[in-house]
């Protein structure tokens, strides 16, 4: 694995980050590699851990046909971005996304949102529908009152994590707005990103759709196609940086819907997060078996 010294991987403490008299259409600046971590297998996802200083990251492991059962696993790395322990919690599917919340770390799994202590590095409940079903869950996210949602492409529904409770909260016509991959809390809504939409002239590349989380009223950010869409993350700007998976394409999408492309890598690119305050982006290669940190201040519309 290739990681910053000391003394650099220390400039990633918050920076200030400064008004810009830039017009609203302005060119954003290309992300700058900070670093690459190596030797995980098939990684999703990846989320910070602010209360203890590190990242956790999700690997599926083997997937697909002949996949191996219940070898998806968790990471844990320090705040440098160096691997503690590669598989800290075992015994999950194909673990994907991750929300860190309430000293529990949540996962969407192929059967079921995992809930794991972080203390005890353990998993403690595994919450699925009500009628014993796989939930083919997905991303999980969690909202600032720790209240955690995942989207079940079985039933086209998102549930809630409530007060212990797990239950279906608001079911969506997936024909208008595709069945969801990236899930993520941003202010009072849920911010939803579809993979492909079905359309009178055939499948249309994903969107961002919306829920309020008051009254689960359901909306749409722009009216244009973005790509298959994976991570999401508010850019701390207005916006949202956006991982497109299938061409590999990382994406910054406007408060209008705008979408600036800031770098192809390669298929694959999979649940990012962003750290505003530090400038710093990860993003996990679940085909390349590795993690990838960039440097990277967004421009303001």
């Given at each position: 694995?290739?990681?910053?010294?000391?003394?650099?991987?220390?400039?990633?403490?918050?920076?200030?980050?400064?008004?810009?008299?830039?017009?609203?259409?302005?060119?954003?600046?290309?992300?700058?590699?900070?670093?690459?971590?190596?030797?995980?297998?098939?990684?999703?996802?990846?989320?910070?851990?602010?209360?203890?200083?590190?990242?956790?990251?999700?690997n599926m492991?083997?997937?697909?046909?002949?996949?191996?059962?219940?070898?998806?696993?968790?990471?844990?790395?320090?705040?440098?971005?160096?691997?503690?322990?590669?598989?800290?919690?075992?015994?999950?599917?194909?673990?994907?996304?991750?929300?860190?919340?309430?000293?529990?770390?949540?996962?969407?799994?192929?059967?079921?949102?995992?809930?794991?202590?972080?203390?005890?590095?353990?998993?403690?409940?595994?919450?699925?529908?009500?009628?014993?079903?796989?939930?083919?869950?997905?991303?999980?996210?969690?909202?600032?009152?720790?209240?955690?949602?995942?989207?079940?492409?079985?039933?086209?529904?998102?549930?809630?994590?409530?007060?212990?409770?797990?239950?279906?909260?608001?079911?969506?016509?997936?024909?208008?707005?595709?069945?969801?991959?990236?899930?993520?809390?941003?202010?009072?809504?849920?911010?939803?990103?579809?993979?492909?939409?079905p359309g009178?002239?055939?499948?249309?590349?994903?969107?961002?759709?919306?829920?309020?989380?008051?009254?689960?009223?359901?909306?749409?950010?722009?009216?244009?196609?973005?790509?298959?869409?994976?991570?999401?993350?508010?850019?701390g700007r207005?916006?949202?940086?956006?991982?497109?998976?299938?061409?590999?394409?990382?994406?910054?999408?406007?408060?209008?819907?705008?979408?600036?492309?800031?770098?192809?890598?390669?298929?694959?690119?999979?649940?990012?997060?962003?750290?505003?305050?530090?400038?710093?982006?990860?993003?996990?290669?679940?085909?390349?078996?590795?993690?990838?940190?960039?440097?990277?201040?967004?421009?303001?519309?």
């Amino acid at each position: 694995m290739r990681l910053l010294p000391h003394a650099f991987a220390a400039t990633l403490a918050p920076l200030v980050l400064f008004a810009s008299a830039a017009p609203a259409q302005a060119a954003q600046p290309t992300p700058e590699l900070l670093w690459t971590v190596g030797g995980f297998s098939s990684p999703e996802s990846v989320v910070y851990d602010r209360a203890r200083d590190c990242y956790y990251v999700s690997n599926m492991a083997t997937r697909g046909d002949g996949a191996t059962p219940n070898d998806g696993f968790i990471s844990r790395l320090d705040g440098t971005g160096r691997i503690t322990e590669l598989k800290w919690i075992t015994g999950l599917q194909n673990p994907k996304g991750l929300s860190a919340t309430n000293g529990r770390l949540y996962a969407g799994d192929d059967d079921a949102l995992v809930e794991m202590d972080l203390d005890k590095a353990a998993i403690i409940a595994r919450h699925s529908p009500a009628d014993g079903d796989p939930g083919q869950f997905n991303d999980a996210t969690a909202d600032t009152a720790g209240n955690v949602y995942v989207f079940s492409r079985r039933l086209d529904t998102v549930f809630r994590l409530r007060d212990g409770r797990f239950e279906p909260w608001v079911k969506v016509d997936a024909n208008a707005t595709g069945k969801f991959n990236g899930v993520r809390a941003d202010g009072n809504r849920l911010l939803l990103g579809s993979w492909q939409v079905p359309g009178a002239d055939g499948e249309q590349l994903g969107h961002l759709t919306t829920i309020d989380l008051a009254t689960g009223a359901v909306g749409r950010i722009g009216s244009t196609p973005i790509g298959h869409i994976d991570g999401i993350e508010p850019d701390g700007r207005g916006g949202w940086v956006i991982t497109d998976f299938t061409p590999g394409r990382l994406l910054r999408v406007g408060p209008d819907g705008a979408v600036d492309p800031l770098l192809t890598l390669s298929i694959g690119t999979a649940d990012l997060h962003y750290l505003p305050d530090r400038q710093l982006l990860l993003l996990p290669m679940l085909r390349n078996d590795h993690l990838r940190a960039y440097r990277w201040a967004p421009v303001a519309d």
